[in-house]
Nanobody
């Protein structure tokens, strides 16, 4: 139902764009990340009405956006730091006929920031 992509290895200060493709119409959606030994934490969320919220650690560097025509959510990550290294997961409410919006997690994509 959710397919995340776009992770990789990047040097500090670099940029990456993550994509999350959904199998249907998306309501609220977000990106989370989990570093080894840590819990999964919110990075950014975007509501159906386009309001957004961000973790303090990424404000001003990351931007979440969505393309409703493509059922896709993006996370543009700029000025990346080594501490941004984690597996990034997308999460979204997807419209399902007969059931309404159901919440799903994507499979995760690795982001490594290192020189």
């Amino acid at each position: 139902q959710l397919q995340a992509s776009g992770g990789g290895l990047v040097q500090p200060g670099g940029s990456l764009r993550l994509s999350c493709d959904a199998s249907g119409s998306i309501g609220s959606a977000g990106w989370y990340r989990q570093a080894p030994g840590n819990q999964r934490d919110l990075v950014a969320r975007i509501a159906g009405g386009l309001s957004t919220n961000y973790a303090d650690s990424v404000k001003g560097r990351f931007t979440i956006s969505r393309d409703n025509a493509k059922n896709t959510v993006y996370l543009q990550m700029n000025s990346l730091k080594p501490e941004d290294t984690a597996v990034y997961y997308c999460n979204a409410d997807i419209w399902t006929r007969g059931s309404g919006f159901l919440n799903y997690w994507g499979q995760g994509t690795q982001v490594t920031v290192s020189s």
